[in-house]
């Protein structure tokens, strides 16, 4: 590991040089194996964060206060410790670019990771698909890649953002502050007949909603691509 | 391969249920949910099973049919290739020997497809013998949507991506035809035992 970059109070992104590498597609992820001196390991699977076109390998983690490996990848691991990982993994939950479809991409909390690697990777190739997040956290200090969303945003190149805050807004928030429901996706995703893919990605309850949600609006059910989150063990 | 990571300690060594827990897998408490599309809502008056392929005559249930057929209570430990396992878990479902009592086929592989669209291949092998079941309830209650509702297929001895949920049909083949995640980077077979989670395992 080369560095921590601390993205919120919760998360932070291990950022890896690899010593061997033959590169990743957007949306894919790694298993992280840790070894304990007796031999007891744990594996975790995290998401790639950073775009394929990145030097360097990054994935981004959030601290479960409950979790066994988690607790240890960001709060333990120093910069120069090795790390042990498999990967890349998944062929399905993948941006390739190139594709001419409109891009939605809806995240809660650290569900961002894979969607982020995506858009990197649409700045890193100089796309100009049509692409809008819609973004879930809880308040404005736990959203992750902050300012890298509003400078990738303020580029002009076809990029949208919209943040909801669910539970703590800033004074003069101008943003949305609730739980993503059918006014807020009405609002900003694409209409249905530019057929846009769609990926969605956080924690089981916001997944299933807005999926169920977006098939409700007439939506190809096959277009919508999820990858669900659990806060479960970490 | 392998090296001590640095400080860590790890927390959970329970050694009663390290035996029962395969490699590289933690065990929840919880019902994690995973699938890779929008959940498909299938209303029970158009809900209908089908076995099909190599098979002389393909046989289908309703679901009035279905839930006429004998029924068996199993509780099972079910391990998911994203590393969680779930220890004694209760079914309620139609063993697959059921289902298949009187089929004669050459056929040595199945595939499984799901409303919505979804697919996973087995050999047939490891659809009988008692161990595998359509189950529709869940610790006692109809098995909710999101975990495969009204049915799926429960085939624990396996990783859990081998038990479809939402399951339309089982596809009796000659010769072997992956499924959506075995072409997508996930392994063949699937035993949590010989974690056989991806290609080349």
Redesign the interface.
Known sequence: MTSLVQETPRVASLVLKMPEWHGHLAGQHVDVRVTAEDGYQAERSYSIASAPEDPQLAITVERLDDGEVSPYLVGEVRAGDKVELRGPIGGYFVWKGGDERPLLLVAGGSGIAPLMAMIRHRAAIGSKTPTRLLYSSRSLEDVIYKAELDRLASADDGLTVAHTLTRKQPDGWAGYSRRIDSAMLAEVVWPKSQAPIVYVCGPTPLVESVATLLVDMGFDPASIKTERFGPTGG | ?????????????DTVSSSRLPP?Q?I?T?Y?????????RIPLTDWKFVIEGEIDTPKSWTWEEFRKLPTEQVTKDIHCV???SKFDTGWTGVSVDTLLEGVETAAEFTVQSSY??YTTNLPLEDLTGGKAWIVYEFDGEPLHP?HGGPARMLVPHLYFWKSAKWIRAIKLVNQDEPG??E???YNNYGDPWREQ??WGD
């Not at chain 2, 949910?33 to 498909?40: F, K």
């Open positions: 391969m392998g090296f001590i990571s640095r400080g860590f300690r790890g927390r959970r060594r590289g933690y929840v919880d994690p949910v995973l699938s890779a599309g929008p959940t498909p994203t590393k969680w919505g669209g999101e959506f995640w072409v997508n980077g989670r991806y």
